[in-house]
């Protein structure tokens, strides 16, 4: 039986379009008309029975008490039940979204001079701060927290930990230092997720050498074991999330960074604080210019399978921890939901009887 009609119907935009794993059991719905027409049949047959007996009372005990409308909702819930069940058995999937299997996320934060910048009050340093606690208090219990702070180089402010109090301490105590090094924070992220998997800052380098790329062949070391890679986004239990304002000015390219956490399947959310445009910041007696590398902060949340978010404000960055928050620890998956539907079947079908037993003293 072929139901590729199903699919060529035009839904509206704002209903999803329903998916079955066994569509054929939806023949099964053209019984349904079939037992509206033996039920008036029945009710029809009754009444023409019922002229045969001589007395009143006889034809309104056959016909049942209470006779109305009343009478015919039992059998109304138990075809709508019917009709649940067929629908269960075809084993129907929707997209709903149900708690992630998150277990660690590394906050990626940028150090450097320019965040000391009051276009974003008090200034963008205090404000990621704000938003980075606030996102702690909000994200459930058992997941895991790491924090890497970045400025010429990356390091590991806090090991991926359950305590809140020690994450916050490390907040607390970044120190603004010069350059961005965008890159060098995506890879010490992977390598604080993977703390078995040998990965070094060194390895770019690796493997542009072992790739053959300015060096003779006798020069290019021996290969190691191939690292086999994923597809992007596909590694459910840990996260990238990467705040910066500025440029990279220092270390490994942070597309090449971004490629090798797309091999290892890692989302790099990326978020943009401060001017897009350019702007001259000064303080302590000089001056830098800084603006937002938006566009490679887009490309590395686009490699990644992840979002780029931009914050020009205080309450902007808020909120978009607030929104990362509820992507991190819930996600929309296709799920089969045959068990609702079966049990929609089920609570109709209780209740048909149920209301046949109170009003009539019998099962339908």
């Given at each position: 039986?072929?139901?590729?009609?199903?699919?060529?119907?035009?839904?509206?935009?704002?209903?999803?379009?329903?998916?079955?794993?066994?569509?054929?059991?939806?023949?099964?719905?053209?019984?349904?008309?079939?037992?509206?027409?033996?039920?008036?049949?029945?009710?029809?047959?009754?009444?023409?029975?019922?002229?045969?007996?001589?007395?009143?009372?006889?034809?309104?005990?056959?016909?049942?008490?209470?006779?109305?409308?009343?009478?015919?909702?039992?059998?109304?819930?138990?075809?709508?039940?019917?009709?649940?069940?067929?629908?269960?058995?075809?084993?129907?999937?929707?997209?709903?979204?149900?708690?992630?299997?998150?277990?660690?996320?590394?906050?990626?934060?940028?150090?450097?001079?320019?965040?000391?910048?009051?276009?974003?009050?008090?200034?963008?340093?205090?404000?990621?701060?704000?938003?980075?606690?606030?996102?702690?208090?909000?994200?459930?219990?058992?997941?895991?927290?790491?924090?890497?702070?970045?400025?010429?180089?990356?390091?590991?402010?806090?090991?991926?930990?359950?305590?809140?109090?020690?994450?916050?301490?490390?907040?607390?105590?970044?120190?603004?230092?010069?350059?961005?090094?965008?890159?060098?924070?995506?890879?010490?992220?992977?390598?604080?997720?993977?703390?078995?998997?040998?990965?070094?800052?060194?390895?770019?380098?690796?493997?542009?050498?072992?790739?053959?790329?300015?060096?003779?062949?006798?020069?290019?070391?021996?290969?190691?074991?191939?690292?086999?890679?994923?597809?992007?986004?596909?590694?459910?239990?840990?996260?990238?999330?990467?705040?910066?304002?500025?440029?990279?000015?220092?270390?490994?390219?942070p597309l090449d960074a971004a490629k090798m956490a797309a091999d290892?399947?890692?989302?790099?959310?990326?978020?943009?604080?401060?001017?897009?445009?350019?702007?001259?910041?000064?303080?302590?007696?000089?001056?830098?210019?800084?603006?937002?590398?938006?566009?490679?902060?887009?490309?590395?949340?686009?490699?990644?399978?992840?979002?780029y978010f931009y914050a020009g404000t205080a309450h902007d960055l808020?909120?978009?921890?607030?929104?990362?928050?509820?992507?991190?620890?819930?996600?929309?998956?296709?799920?089969?939901?045959?068990?609702?539907?079966?049990?929609?079947?089920?609570?109709?079908?209780?209740?048909?009887?149920?209301?046949?037993?109170?009003?009539?003293?019998?099962?339908?």
């Amino acid at each position: 039986m072929n139901l590729d009609w199903i699919s060529s119907l035009k839904w509206p935009a704002a209903i999803p379009q329903p998916s079955f794993l066994w569509p054929q059991f939806l023949w099964l719905l053209l019984l349904l008309p079939l037992l509206v027409l033996l039920y008036a049949w029945v009710l029809r047959r009754r009444k023409k029975l019922a002229v045969r007996y001589a007395s009143l009372s006889i034809v309104q005990q056959a016909l049942g008490k209470g006779a109305g409308w009343r009478r015919h909702v039992p059998p109304l819930l138990l075809l709508l039940a019917l009709a649940a069940l067929i629908v269960a058995s075809a084993r129907p999937v929707a997209v709903v979204a149900l708690p992630s299997n998150q277990q660690t996320i590394i906050l990626a934060m940028d150090v450097s001079a320019s965040m000391r910048a009051t276009d974003v009050e008090p200034n963008r340093l205090v404000a990621a701060q704000e938003a980075a606690k606030a996102f702690l208090r909000e994200l459930p219990r058992d997941i895991k927290v790491g924090i890497v702070a970045f400025a010429g180089s990356a390091q590991v402010a806090q090991g991926p930990t359950l305590n809140r109090e020690d994450l916050i301490s490390a907040i607390d105590r970044f120190q603004l230092q010069r350059a961005t090094a965008t890159g060098n924070a995506i890879v010490i992220s992977l390598a604080t997720l993977f703390p078995k998997a040998g990965i070094e800052l060194q390895q770019l380098s690796l493997d542009r050498v072992r790739s053959g790329v300015g060096r003779s062949l006798d020069q290019i070391p021996p290969k190691q074991d191939e690292f086999v890679p994923v597809p992007p986004g596909s590694y459910t239990t840990g996260a990238v999330i990467m705040l910066t304002d500025g440029q990279r000015t220092t270390g490994v390219d942070p597309l090449d960074a971004a490629k090798m956490a797309a091999d290892r399947g890692v989302k790099v959310y990326t978020v943009g604080i401060g001017t897009v445009d350019g702007e001259i910041i000064g303080f302590e007696g000089w001056s830098m210019r800084v603006r937002l590398d938006e566009e490679t902060l887009k490309t590395i949340a686009q490699k990644t399978a992840a979002e780029y978010f931009y914050a020009g404000t205080a309450h902007d960055l808020k909120k978009v921890y607030q929104s990362l928050s509820s992507r991190l620890t819930l996600e929309k998956k296709e799920t089969e939901v045959s068990a609702l539907f079966a049990l929609a079947g089920a609570a109709l079908t209780l209740l048909a009887g149920g209301l046949s037993l109170w009003w009539f003293g019998r099962l339908l």
